[in-house]
Structure formats: structure tokens, C-alpha cells
DNA sequence: CGCGAAGTTGATTGCTTTCAAAGGGTGTGG
DNA sequence: CCACACCCTTTGAAAGCAATCAACTTCGCG
């Protein structure tokens, strides 16, 4: 890895409450890899040799089972993956894969461990990872099971929006086919529902959405912090 | 506390790798407090000032949004609940209430935020049961978003027999009720499945299961171990 | 014996998936 | 520069799984 890389290594949040002898531990060992779109990454019940974090780009974690497949989270710059089967020494759970060319940081699970085991801020800023991811989990679970297709996309549209400023309009960052499968859905539910937006002045036109009345939308959504709160 | 208990509080799971100075502190300002069946222990949205691990009986994790609820995971003795919560200050995201009559530690958070940042070891432990919570929530959404209902029950009777030594015949832990909405689905929808598996030579009686053909029922509920394992 | 909760069974509705086909945009190769 | 292929998206029609409503049975318990 070049020293300039590294410098840009040692900035992502993860390593912030690290020991700098540390971060330089796991960094020798690892290795910062481009990956095109669509590759997959890492595959559901292979052991877990690498600790991945994004550094650019964006990464769909999914999983198969006989011939179903289904989205169960999506990671953007600055969050791992798999930490919790690379900790304990675990197969993976989910398979992940590109959706945008990507730039990947792959530490090796063993210096992982090693620091784990050595630095207790470590140690500690990664149980509060794994505290959010749980509670992301959790907050998805109950996105899932209480909520009906539709109510799932409204509510996706409002927190997308207040993500980028609450302008009211903004593009998809992936395909609807991406997130129909985000959402739980098959593509043709998701076009259907666009379509019974309309009813909630929604306007949809290719990759671009305006949400003309933000209040009607909130009523179908049914908001609620302890389902969408980012910050909850 | 009386010492009794107190002694009975060093042997859970959860402290062993804790400074016995550090359990001392959490335990000085703990409850160990019974609670009827049916008792709500807390609800979704409240700050989270304790900690609590059951020590004796069966604990139903659930949430309510709008007009449905339904069950998020089920919790015996020595597991902890809200954990996640706890550390990082924040407030629940999901009720609980005792399903059997219970005894639960309650342990105020301050003393486990104060014993997180004190004690390594504890930060160590803290970490692996977030680990294992996180994968436990992960096969949960994978049960529940790549298996039809009749699948899950399949495999939720595959595994609560092997639990059970393998014998083939079981008796249910607690009401159908509460098993079909720990399974995802509405009480009839339960009992249908129950009919169908009749086809699979599943025979149940009452509250007792006889399971007359395993290799049948494996064959119908395709168990594998990146949902199903509890081991993994 | 009768109340009440739990469980079963039937009928109906609704959400979602699946299959099928057509429209629309993009990129490549002729 | 056009033609064609390909994929995404949309729309239509049909089928399936699960929820809901309703009625009836069963069982435990006072």
C-alpha cells in the first residue's frame, strides 16, 4: 500500500480511537483493492479472512438460499462489513457484492483479532460498531415485518431526502431493480407503487423523484424513530 | 441483594470474564426482581437504565407500530437483552415481556457503562455478545425474507428437537400462539401448517410434537447453517 | 356445569409474486 | 449513422401465500 494511501487509512472513523501502533499493525498486513461493479466480494459461508471496509463506492450485502435471494443492507464509504464473523473467527452470514466500482480496504482477520485482543480502545470502539450494526439490524427486522411494501418505499423516499437536504427532488444513487430488492420487493411491486404514489404527489420521472407534498407522503409513512432514525 | 443471590449473579455467563471487583460495583446497585407472566418489563422508545439479564424463565422481545406487533426473538436464561441499548445510552427499540413467570437481573447502566470503560475484559465480552446478537438478528431476517411460513415452522421444529437431544417428540415450551408469532405468522396460519405437516408425518397432539420421519421434514425445511445454527 | 381462552376450520380478502409481453434507453458493431 | 441487441422498466393477467373475519370445537378450571 503506498504511504499516501495509508495517511487516508488511518482517517476513516473506525480507527479513530485506535493506538497509532496498532492501525499501523493491521495496515502492514492489508490491502486496499479496486473492484468493478457487480463483482461479488465475499460469499456466504466462506470463513472470514479479511475485515472490509469501504472506502469509496458502494457495496450490496445479500444472501441466497435454494432460489431466493434477498438485500439485507447496503454499505457506503466509512462502514465495515463481516465484522462480526472476522472477530470471532465465523463464517460469513451474507455474500457482498460491488454495485458501484469500488475501492475496498481488506485487513487480514488475524491483525484484526491481534488488536482486538491488544487495545482495549480497540476493542471497545468495536463493540460500539457492532451495537449500531445490531440495532440497524433490528430497526430493518422491524422495517420488514411491520410495515407493507408501499410503507417501506415512502418512508425510504422521506429518509433519502432529509439524507440529501430535503430539497423535495433527488436522483437514485442505484438502480430501481437495487432497491426494489433493498426494500424487500419484487421490481414490478416497485413500479406499481410508484405508480399508486401518484395518489400522494409523487411524481416519478426515470431516475428522478419530486416529492410535491411532503406532508401526505409523512401521512402514508408513518415515520418513526425507532424504525429510521439514523442517528437513534 | 441477599448473598445468596448474589453468588448465584457471579456464576451467569455474562460476568465471567469480568473483574470480580467490577461485577462487586455492577451487582452492589443491581435488582433481582420477579415478574409475573404477561408483564411488560419495558417498552419500545423508553431510555434504557438497565441492563437486564433473565435469570430464570422465558422472555418474548416484541414491538408495536400502528396496529400490528410482532415478535422479534425470545430469551432464556443467562441471556441478556438490550444490551446494545445500554452502552451507548440510547433508547430501546424493542419491548419485552415475560412469557413465563421470571426472575431478571437488572443491572443500572451507568454501572455497566462505568464497568464497558474500566474493564477490558468486560469491553472483550461485550463485544462477542454484540457479535453473536448481531449474526443471531441477521439469521432471523434471512428466516424470515428466504422462507415461506411452512418452511420456517419445518426448521423451527428441526432445530427445537435437535435442542432437545434429537428424540424426535417434544413438547411445546410455551402456547401455539406465541410460537406462531415467534414464527412470523397469524395463529391460524400456525395451526394450517400444523395440517400440512401431517403429509410429512409431523403428528401433534395438544401440546405434544412427534416428529415420525426426519429425513421427510429435513427434506421439506432445507436447513442450513448460515440461518439455522446456533453454534455459528 | 358453564365460562373463557386457546385452537381449529372455513370463507374471503388483499398483498405480493410470478409469468408474460411490450416499451424505452443505451451501447456496440456493421 | 443506423440497426440491432440487451437490459431495465413498465403494464397486464394469473396464481399463491398469508391475514382477516367468523363460527365452531376443545380443554382447563372455577
Known sequence: MR???????????????????QVEAMLR???????????????????????????????????VHRDRETTLGVSGPGDSFILAAVLFDRPYLQSARALLASRILMVPADAVRQAFAADAGFARAIA?????????????????KLRSGLERLANWLLTHDAENG??????????????????????????????????????VHGPSVVI?????????????????GTSL
Open 128 to 144: 460500539e460498531n457492532l451495537a449500531l450494526a445490531y440495532r440497524g439490524v433490528i430497526k430493518e427486522l422491524k422495517n420488514q
Open 212 to 228: 410535491q407534498d411532503v406532508a401526505a407522503l409523512r401521512k402514508l409513512a408513518h415515520p418513526c424513530s425507532t424504525i429510521d
Open 29 to 63: 498486513g492489508a490491502f486496499l483493492q479496486r473492484f468493478p461493479a457487480h463483482v461479488e466480494l465475499i460469499h456466504t459461508g466462506e470463513p472470514a479472512d479479511f475485515l472490509h471496509v469501504v472506502v469509496e463506492g458502494t457495496v450490496e450485502m445479500f444472501s
Open 3 to 21: 504511504s499516501q494511501d495509508l495517511e487516508e487509512m488511518r482517517r476513516i472513523p473506525f480507527f479513530r480511537s485506535v493506538e497509532p501502533g
Open 166 to 203: 430535503s430539497t423535495g427532488h433527488f436522483d437514485f444513487p442505484f438502480d430501481k431493480k437495487v432497491l426494489a430488492a433493498r426494500l424487500g420487493m419484487a421490481p414490478e411491486v416497485l413500479s406499481r407503487s410508484f405508480a399508486a404514489l401518484g395518489a400522494y404527489h409523487v411524481v
